[in-house]
């Protein structure tokens, strides 16, 4: 597959650019573990980021009913649209996956299946998990290191993995090793599949009554330095007593010495909650 992918490169003038994450899969098992994780059929609607040469795109217009592809690169969509001319239940978008109105495009229903661009993979994550219009199921290819924080446990927990783990449920499928891409990239990867994503009306219910805006907020703060106590973080950062904050934590069953890493997203629910009386 090596030597196709550099004679499609070399025909259309194309030069990987590992700035913009561009690592192009070789693996066709890769693929097949994807498309299957995903589970799709003709009745499935997929959206994929960064097609590249469109090698996981043929998998996905053999699978799926319809098919969207999104590709920023000019040369790279160009031969996209060249290799695909024929098929009929895929569209190109020559877009930035994320400025462009992807959900509105989709419409309800939708399925993520995607080898992500290093470089865009936490924010288009937040991008798809906040908006309007949710996919039902997200399976990316991404970084390991990524993939562990994605579905760390309480302990080892980040920001990003409360960012993913408050919307949906993911776990790694499997691990990629790094001379599966080309040009081969410095890290291994990992498959991860996000599923149960939750809609906008059952995040706020289970949040109440503490708003989105308001969680996040107590999060960020929490996280804002990793070696220090949350109470201490929180109390800082919300400008208020410690007491307040050891009150609250201890009422939604934390311990005083406790650190934003070691909350679960159900743990953070309730502290939210808590403090929100005090606050009020």
């Given amino acids: 597959m090596l030597d196709q992918i550099k004679k499609l490169c070399k025909a ?19 693929i097949d573990t994807m498309v299957e994780t995903a589970r799709l059929d003709q009745r499935d609607t997929v959206l994929e980021v960064g097609p590249g040469l469109g090698i996981l795109t043929e998998a996905l217009v053999a699978r799926a009913g319809r098919v969207v592809s999104v590709e920023l690169d000019r040369k790279l969509f160009g031969l996209l649209q060249a290799k695909f001319i024929v098929s009929r239940n895929l569209e190109l978008v ?105 809609p906008a009306a ?14 996040w907020q107590l999060v960020r703060i929490g996280f804002s330095a990793k070696r220090k106590k949350l109470v201490n973080n929180l109390a800082a950062g919300l400008k208020v007593s410690g007491t307040i904050i ?12 406790v650190r934003a890493q070691n909350l679960a997203v159900a743990d953070w629910q309730q502290l939210a909650k808590k403090l929100v009386m005090y606050l009020n």
């Fill in 94 to 198: 020559n877009d930035d996956i994320l400025r462009c109105d992807f959900a509105g495009r989709l419409g309800a229903g939708y399925k993520v299946v995607a080898n992500l661009p290093y470089n865009i993979t936490s924010r288009f994550l937040k991008n798809i998990l906040t908006a309007a219009v949710k996919p039902l199921v997200a399976v990316v290819l991404v970084q390991k290191e990524v993939a562990e924080r994605i579905c760390a446990k309480p302990g080892d927990l980040s920001l990003l993995g409360i960012s993913v783990q408050l919307y949906g449920r993911p776990a790694v499928v499997a691990t990629v090793g790094r001379q599966q891409f080309w040009p081969m990239p410095a890290v291994d990867s990992a498959i991860v599949a996000i599923r149960d994503i939750q």
């Fill in 12 to 30: 259309y003038g194309i030069t990987p650019q590992r700035s913009k994450g561009q690592h192009f899969l070789m693996d066709a098992t890769v």
């Fill in 246 to 257: 050891e009150t609250a934590a201890a009422e939604a069953g934390l311990t005083p010495n």
């Fill in 202 to 215: 059952a995040i706020a219910a289970r949040l109440k009554p503490v708003t989105e805006k308001q969680f």
